[in-house]
Structure formats: structure tokens, C-alpha cells
């Protein structure tokens, strides 16, 4: 089993396990809908795992018997144990943050005063949006799909790291300089 997936090559895994065989385009449909609100995955990408995959031994691919004749990617025995491993793993890599508001604030003193209440009140709207999708994402789960209660963690989680951003950052826009105490 290779150790070496990269995290794109395990949605994928996941993707077809939980929903069977895919097309790469399929695959980009379930990304939209799943993880791409915490791990984005360029749509190329869904296009060059699936194949290499396939080199790997842990899926399978056919082509569609009429139409358009896409390929279709199917999960292999060798494909289930690599993702059964992977799971059952508890360890994972630092989190990666790549945020670019965070890099402005990082140089914000050199810039022209006022500049970072104006970042703080803008990240601070934008947060609350991506709060209230997570919230209406809750809200519109069909409590008989089978994936439910790992999506209901997953948006319990959003729903938390949102608010914590729309706390800071609304903080920071009430006092820029850091002198005061959170906003009630």
C-alpha cells in the first residue's frame, strides 16, 4: 500500500467509496458539495488523481459502454485497504493555514492608519457569511443520508472556527491597536 498519497488522492479514495464509481467530473460535483469548504482541490486536479490512482492498483478504470464513453474510476479492494489505513491512522501533518488576511495584518503597521479597522470589519463580514453557510448547510442535511453524522461534525466545526474569526476580527475593528477589551 503506498504511504505516499497525497491529501487530493484521498478525497478521491473517499469520494468513490462512499458514493461508488465516479467520473472526474463527478468527482469535482462531490468536492463542491464536501470539502472543498475546508480543503479546495483545483478542478485539474479530480482530473490527474483519478488515473494515477489507477497506476497504483487502487482503482480501476473503464470507459461508459454508450454516449460520451467518460471514464469512470472504480475503487479496488488494494484502493479500499489504502483508505482504510489512512483512516485508521490517528496522526496527521500540521494543519495548514493559508489565510491572506492574516498575511496583510502581519505588515499592516506599514501601512496608512486606519487600514486595519477597515481589514478587521471587512474579514469580520466575510466570516459571518461563511458562518451562516455553515449554518444553513446544517440546516438542510437530510438526517437519513448515510453520510449525516460525519457532516454534521464537519459543520459543527465550521460553524465554531467562523465564530471565532467573526469574534477577532470583529475585536480588532472596535480597537486596531489592540489596547481594549472584546466587543460584548
Keep these: 500500500m503506498p504511504k505516499d498519497l497525497t491529501p487530493s488522492q484521498l478525497v478521491v479514495l473517499g469520494l468513490i467509496a462512499r458514493n461508488g464509481p465516479m467520473t472526474p467530473y463527478d468527482l469535482k460535483a462531490k468536492v463542491e458539495g464536501s470539502v472543498r469548504h475546508y480543503w479546495p482541490i483545483p478542478h485539474a486536479q479530480l482530473y490527474r488523481d483519478p ?81 451562516d453557510t455553515y449554518q444553513e448547510l446544517r440546516d438542510r442535511l437530510d438526517p437519513d443520508a448515510p453520510d449525516t453524522p460525519a457532516r454534521t461534525r464537519l459543520i459543527t466545526l465550521g460553524i465554531a472556527h467562523e465564530q471565532s474569526y467573526v469574534t477577532f476580527w470583529e475585536t480588532l475593528a472596535a480597537d486596531p491597536d489592540g489596547t481594549g477589551a472584546p466587543p460584548s
Excluded: C, I, Y
Aim: hydrophobic fraction near 40%; aromatic fraction near 4%; avoid cysteine.
Design 51 to 131: 488515473p494515477r490512482l489507477a497506476e497504483l492498483g487502487l482503482l480501476r478504470e473503464a470507459a461508459e459502454d454508450h454516449g460520451r464513453r467518460r471514464r469512470v474510476f472504480h475503487l479496488t479492494d488494494a484502493g479500499r485497504r489504502a483508505l482504510r489505513d489512512w483512516l485508521a491512522d490517528p496522526a496527521t501533518p500540521e494543519p495548514e493555514t493559508r489565510n491572506p488576511a492574516l498575511l496583510k495584518l502581519t505588515f499592516a503597521d506599514l501601512g496608512a492608519p486606519g487600514q486595519v479597522a477597515e481589514l478587521a470589519a471587512a474579514q469580520a463580514a466575510q466570516h459571518r457569511r461563511s458562518r
